[in-house]
């Protein structure tokens, strides 16, 4: 099994960052809230506003939460 860490697409990636977090990137890497929404989506592991978000997901926890409920939502029981 891959590590979680390279299952991460574009579409997820953006969705586990916390709220204004692309905001919070744009104005720290001085950039455009687009470039950093259009970086987020190619997910270029090289390109600044993807590492910083990376690294955000990390810190705040976003990604192992995510694989504790894919792996809740597997496993669980349909309700009745």
């Known amino acids: 099994?891959?590590?979680l860490e390279t299952l991460t697409t574009?579409?997820?990636l953006r969705t586990l960052?916390?709220?204004g977090a692309i905001s919070s990137i744009a104005r720290s890497l001085k950039?455009?809230?687009?470039?950093?929404?259009?970086a987020l989506q190619k997910a270029?592991?090289?390109h600044p506003a993807v590492?910083?978000?990376v690294r955000l997901i990390k810190e705040a926890?976003?990604?192992?939460v995510q694989h504790d409920l894919t792996q809740l939502s597997g496993q669980a029981a349909p309700l009745r």
């Open 1 to 3: 099994m891959q590590p």
């Open 51 to 53: 590492a910083e978000a």
């Open 17 to 19: 960052l916390p709220h």
């Open 10 to 12: 574009p579409a997820t």
């Open 31 to 38: 950039m455009s809230h687009t470039a950093v929404s259009k």
């Open 61 to 64: 926890g976003s990604q192992a």
């Open 44 to 46: 270029k592991p090289t």
